[in-house]
C-alpha cells in the first residue's frame, strides 16, 4: 500500500504530528542476524532472521506544558495496550518498502528536560527531546 497521509497510528489513532520536528522523523527496518560471522577465507556467513524489527525516531518540538506538551503525552498515555511496559500497537509507513508495519511496539523511556519553569502561570517549557518506539 503507498502512503495514505499518515505518518503512523497509535491504536488506531493518528499520531500528532504537529509535535514532531519532521525532519528528524526516521521509520526504519531492522534486519536481524543471530551468530553471522566471517569464515577462514574471510566470506561473510550470514544467519539472516525471518523477524523484522521496526524502529521509529522523532524529536518533540520545544513545548509549553499548556501549549502542547501535556496533550502529546495525554495522547500517548491512553493509547498504550499495556501501560507498564510501554506497549502499543502501531501501523507505521515504511519508506524503504512503500507501505505500511504493523505491529506492537515498545517506547524505551525518553530522557524529558525543562527549559523554564513559570511558577505564576503555572506551566513548564520543555526542551526538545526524542523518541523512539521499537517494535517487538
Not at 501535556?70 to 501501523?91: G, M, P, Q, T, Y
Amino acid at each position: 500500500m503507498a502512503f495514505n497521509g499518515s505518518l503512523f497510528t497509535m491504536g488506531g489513532d493518528e499520531f500528532p504530528s504537529e509535535y514532531i520536528f519532521k525532519e528528524s522523523y526516521t521509520a526504519q527496518r531492522e534486519i536481524q542476524d543471530l551468530d553471522s560471522n566471517r569464515n577462514t577465507t574471510g566470506l561473510l556467513e550470514r544467519n539472516v532472521l525471518s523477524h523484522e524489527s521496526f524502529v521509529i525516531t522523532f524529536t518533540v518540538k520545544p513545548m509549553w506544558s499548556d501549549e502542547g506538551h501535556d496533550d502529546l503525552w495525554r495522547f500517548i498515555n491512553s493509547h498504550w495496550s499495556k501501560a507498564e511496559h510501554r506497549k502499543c500497537r502501531i501501523v507505521a509507513f515504511c519508506p524503504e518498502t512503500l507501505s505500511y508495519v504493523d505491529g506492537d511496539f515498545y517506547m524505551p523511556t525518553p530522557i524529558i528536560t525543562m527549559n523554564l519553569v513559570d511558577k505564576q502561570k503555572k506551566r513548564i517549557l520543555y526542551n526538545s527531546y526524542e523518541i523512539q518506539f521499537i517494535k517487538y
